[in-house]
């Protein structure tokens, strides 16, 4: 299969250098790692390997492939539909974090929208090196939760590189469940510079688990069936598979990059307030976050 991947960071460049393995692989990125690949090729190392020499570029624009898969930030989603509409695809995957990032990729492209979750652990090491730092699974399936043979396919491409992969056809539940549990995750962690396992006791336990459960509760006025229980042994179950592991919001602290609390706890609190529920502790955290993205002069 030829498959482009659109916004080559640490996930991208994991599931770009598995897929390579198996298939005709083109990454698109930033500058230095795009540099880097080109000229001594991708590797991944940890508890998954690779030495890979997949097609890199700076410009998406114009690409032509059987499946694109995005895996930019939530915040470039747009420019990234606008950039994948010149381009030719049979389908495109979102691996985001967030949600509403596959609405935006569907309003732009006339080819089906996937939506897919992740949970393997990836950081960028350096440009050309990607570190899988915990295995995981990639879900995927149709956005509106309909079977689709196209991701039927998708999903059998990327078993065939070795990504754990599981096609659902209640995509719109999976997508909740996992924004519930970043929602409880994401932006504690990243406050308080501890790794994943932190929100396991307290104090952060307490304030995970109502960020967790406000969403689950908005959720379910959204019309998805996802229980408090269902939602809070996710963030249990998610929370001590990646103990040790650095959240991606945690790593975007560090680098002191703009991050996706709009896509996460934002976005619990604009549903929420068009159901007119309150998320007092979404609240807190995501006005956390925004200040220190103010402070920092990255909004």
């Known amino acids: ?21 198996e298939h005709d692989v083109t990454l698109v990125g ?4 795009i540099d880097a690949v080109r000229e001594c ?3 991944l190392e940890g508890e998954l390997e690779a030495d890979v020499a997949p097609r890199a570029t700076t410009d998406g624009a114009g690409l032509a492939a059987d499946l694109a898969v995005v895996t930019v930030k939530s915040y470039d989603t747009p420019r990234a539909a606008d950039t994948l509409a010149t381009g030719a695809f049979e389908a495109v995957l979102s691996l985001q974090n967030g949600m509403g990032n596959e609405g935006i990729l569907a309003d732009a ?9 992740a949970s393997y652990g990836a950081v960028l090491r350096d440009p050309g090196v990607v570190e899988c730092t915990g295995r995981g699974e990639v879900v995927l399936g149709d956005r509106r939760g309909r079977h689709a043979a196209i991701a039927d396919r998708v999903g059998a491409a990327f078993r065939s590189a070795g990504l754990e992969t599981t096609v659902s056809d209640g995509m719109p539940r999976r997508l909740w469940e996992k924004l519930a549990v970043n929602a409880g995750i994401n932006a504690v962690t990243a406050l308080t510079e501890t790794e994943n396992g932190a929100v396991l006791d307290a104090p952060a336990n307490d304030l995970a688990r109502s960020a967790t459960r406000e969403t689950a509760r908005v959720a379910r006025a959204e019309g998805v069936v996802l229980s408090n229980r269902e939602a809070l042994a996710a963030l249990e179950a998610v ?42 502790t979404n609240r807190a955290l995501a006005a956390l976050v925004r200040t220190w993205e103010r402070g920092r002069g990255l909004r």
Do not use: K
Request: aromatic share 2%.
């Open 239 to 280: 929370a001590t598979e990646t103990a040790a592991n650095t959240s991606s919001m945690r790593q975007d602290v560090r680098a002191e990059r703009r991050t996706e609390i709009d896509a996460i706890n934002g976005y619990v609190l604009e549903r929420a307030a068009a159901r007119g529920l309150e998320a007092p």
């Open 41 to 43: 090729g991708l590797v």
């Open 1 to 21: 299969m030829e498959i482009v991947i659109f916004g080559a960071g640490s996930l991208g460049s994991l599931v770009g250098a598995a897929l390579a393995r």
């Open 30 to 33: 930033r500058d230095d790692h």
């Open 109 to 117: 492209l006339e080819c089906p929208v996937l939506a897919g979750t």
